[in-house]
């Protein structure tokens, strides 16, 4: 009776969370544009997670959970665990992130997780205001705009259905120095023009603590199962007058493998369905749908669909699993911009 009453919140949660969906209401008055900063939090780094759309709200056993569900980390089954993930995105934005999960005497004190992302944004030929006929010269040298997090998670399994997990992580985001115009006057008090000085410059680097939490629930009708996670949750920042907060995003999972209805081919096959309903806090909501094949736990086929996407919509990918060893490769086509590729490899010992 619990598990059904369990069952049917989760049900009546998400209605509610898509009901204005569902019942077709307009949400032009409603567009959520330019309402968060940090939004390298946004972008799925892992190669797994996004040949499926990122419908990977209910995915676990993995250190990479951290990046998603925090949940997912509780069912760690080795002892040891090492992501990596490469990728180059729009605008030769370069992305490196890994985690690490540590499974201690077989989760009887939980799993403990470690995660690290690195945005490269590149060199920019950065400017100053001078008393020249275009207005400004060029600054010496190149500033490199840069982003990264670290973050320390736990997971617990508080039962063979229920787990939660969470984690804390600090997140930073530097986007160089700006050199501040002072006004230059004359002996009437007029002001004649500009200058600048080293005492003047203005360092735009922000970092704050943020908060990722999350749970799972296994059904117990064959592999079904429901998940939940709040990710990006921190206090507002501010770089000059208006404040932002960090792209928050609640998302509501539910996943299976079909292949339980065909018991004579869960041997070697399985055929994982993934369903994710997702509340962003700066865009309209959307789901996201994936599809796994996995032939003898060695070979996994992958592809995705996003709704409501103005860059991409489908994604695709595969993996290789052998000797405690995973690749992963994700293939996302941007429909204005170069396709992106990414590489995952995976450790577990």
């Known amino acids: 009776m619990k598990n059904k009453n369990l069952i049917n919140i989760t049900l009546l949660i998400a209605l509610m969370f898509f009901s204005k969906t569902l019942l077709g209401q307009d949400n032009s008055e409603n567009t959520k544009i330019a309402q968060t900063g940090f939004q390298f ?16 709200t209910t995915v676990e056993g993995s250190s990479n959970s951290l990046f998603y569900n925090p949940a ?22 370069n992305y ?42 060029d ?24 787990s939660v997990g969470g984690q804390i992580k600090y997140v930073k985001q530097h986007l160089g120095d700006s050199y501040l115009p002072v006004e230059v006057y004359d002996t009437t008090g007029k002001v004649t023009g ?5 005492d003047n410059i203005k360092n735009y680097a922000l970092g704050v603590l943020a908060f990722d939490f999350g749970t799972l629930y296994k059904t117990g009708y064959k592999s079904l199962t429901f998940g939940m996670s709040v990710r990006n949750f921190a206090q507002e920042l501010t770089y000059e007058k208006e404040g932002f907060q960090l792209p928050l995003v609640f998302k509501i999972g539910i996943s299976m493998d079909l292949i339980d209805f065909y018991k004579e081919l869960k041997d070697n096959h ?11 806090r700066s865009h309209p909501e959307f789901v996201a749908v994936g599809a796994e094949y996995v032939f003898m736990d060695m070979i996994s086929l992958r592809a995705g669909y996003v709704s409501g996407q103005d860059l991409y919509d489908f994604t695709a990918g595969f993996g290789v699993k052998q000797f405690g060893f995973e690749l992963n490769y994700a293939y ?3 429909i204005d911009f170069s396709d992106v590729h990414r590489l995952s490899l995976r450790f577990a010992l």
């Open 270 to 280: 399985k055929l994982l369905v993934h369903i994710d309903a997702a509340h962003p």
């Open 194 to 198: 500009y200058t600048v000085n080293n």
């Open 139 to 162: 600054i010496e040298g190149f500033s490199k705009p840069y982003s990264f997090s670290v973050g320390l998670g736990y997971a617990k399994e508080l039962s063979d259905k229920f």
């Open 96 to 137: 490196l992130s890994g985690t690490v999960g540590f499974n201690i005497d077989d989760g009887k004190f939980g799993v403990f997780g470690i995660s690290f992302s690195h945005t490269d944004y590149g060199e920019f030929q950065f400017t100053r205001v001078a008393n020249v006929e275009k207005g400004y010269v």
């Open 332 to 334: 996302t086509p941007y």
């Open 72 to 93: 997912g980390l509780a069912r760690l089954n080795s002892f040891v665990d090492i992501s990596l993930n490469r990728m180059q995105w729009i605008g030769d934005i």
């Open 41 to 56: 939090l946004t972008v799925g780094t892992d190669a797994r997670a996004t040949a499926l759309g990122e419908a990977y």
